[in-house]
């Protein structure tokens, strides 16, 4: 028997632990209001982040920290 063995992330398409600590990282170094970003993306937590707004969310809050 084949094991295909994917992790959550990969099933719901959400951001890795690896991205989570990059996004985490950017928020807390912006001074970012977490509540505001989770409801900008339509998420009730940043780990629900889907990998595909991933970029997304990093470019913005790199253009924050660079204000």
């Not at 719901?12 to 989570?20: P, R, Y």
């Not at 993306?41 to 940043?46: G, K, N, R």
């Amino acid at each position: 028997a084949i094991n295909n063995v994917i992790d959550k992330a990969a099933i719901n398409n959400v951001i890795d632990d690896a991205q989570l600590s990059t996004l985490t990282d950017l928020l807390d170094s912006t001074g970012a209001d977490v509540r505001r970003f989770c409801k900008h993306y339509e998420i009730a937590s940043t780990k629900d982040l889907l990998a595909s707004q991933f970029d997304q969310a990093v470019a913005a809050l790199e253009a924050k920290a660079s204000k």
